[in-house]
């Protein structure tokens, strides 16, 4: 079964300081892979996502993650962060031809003004 | 952003009791999802419905757990016999077909199983 890693449990940066979150996944075929938020109080939004093409995704509010295959890894960055992108962020993997979504574990963002 | 509503947003019960949890989606689709989230743990997979039928399911999603579209347009999951450990958020989503399986998050609803 595939299951999904992040190795950060609870991150604490200060305001326009880089971010980098990691996110590995076993599982060896085709897979679609995401990254959501999930702000305190709020449900779960989609960040970004990664089908195919450029391993390189954009998504919403500035952030970017990288896909390389030979790492099974989809790391989530971004330059510099705000006091609002405080949340709980979470990789999830999605294998080709399944619907099933695993998640990680999730990772808690703490931005200090 | 296509909607999920969830209702309620909060129940509680009594461990034993039956709950019914709804989901009613703002568009039609096809693929519907259950998911749960025990405090402080990681999001979990329960259920995948699709064409009202379950397509997939979790080692979680045992004989006490149901779910149907029983008016075409709700999408409910049921628990015949609360337990304390069921105690946690459960949301539903639902896929856009073509959409290469991303999913729409509800905003969940909050089980507290006394």
């Known amino acids: 079964a595939q299951s999904v890693s992040q190795h950060n449990h609870h991150v604490i940066l200060s305001e326009a300081a880089s971010l980098e979150l990691g996110c590995n996944y076993s599982?060896?075929?085709?897979?679609?892979l995401f990254w959501y938020v999930q702000y305190p109080g709020q449900h779960l939004q989609l960040l970004l996502k990664?089908?195919?093409?450029?391993?390189l995704v954009k998504g919403i509010k500035g952030f970017e993650a990288e896909f390389i295959k030979s790492k099974f890894s989809f790391n989530l960055r971004k330059p510099s962060v705000q006091w609002s992108d405080t949340a709980e962020y979470f990789c999830?993997?999605?294998?080709?031809?399944?619907?099933?979504?695993?998640f990680g574990t999730g990772t808690k963002l703490q931005v200090i003004p | 952003e296509p909607e999920v509503t969830q209702t309620p947003s909060h129940q509680v019960t009594q461990m034993g009791q039956e709950v019914i949890l709804r989901c009613v989606p703002i568009?039609?689709?096809?693929?519907f999802y259950w998911y749960r989230q025990i405090l402080g743990q990681k999001v979990e997979f329960l259920v995948s419905?699709?064409?009202?039928?379950?397509?997939?399911k979790s080692e979680i999603f045992d004989d006490q757990f149901s779910v149907e579209r029983p008016d075409g347009s709700n999408f409910t999951l049921k628990i015949r016999s609360t337990k304390l450990e069921d105690s946690a958020m459960y949301f539903c989503?639902?896929?856009?077909?073509?959409?290469?399986?991303?999913?729409?998050f509800g905003p969940g609803t909050r089980l507290t199983v006394t």
């Open positions: 999830a993997v999605n294998p080709g031809g399944y619907q099933k979504v695993t």
């Open positions: 599982y060896g075929g085709t897979v679609n």
């Open positions: 990664y089908f195919s093409g450029d391993p």
């Open positions: 568009s039609n689709h096809l693929y």
């Open positions: 989503a639902r896929e856009l077909a073509g959409s290469s399986y991303e999913q729409y």
């Open positions: 419905f699709y064409n009202n039928e379950i397509s997939e």
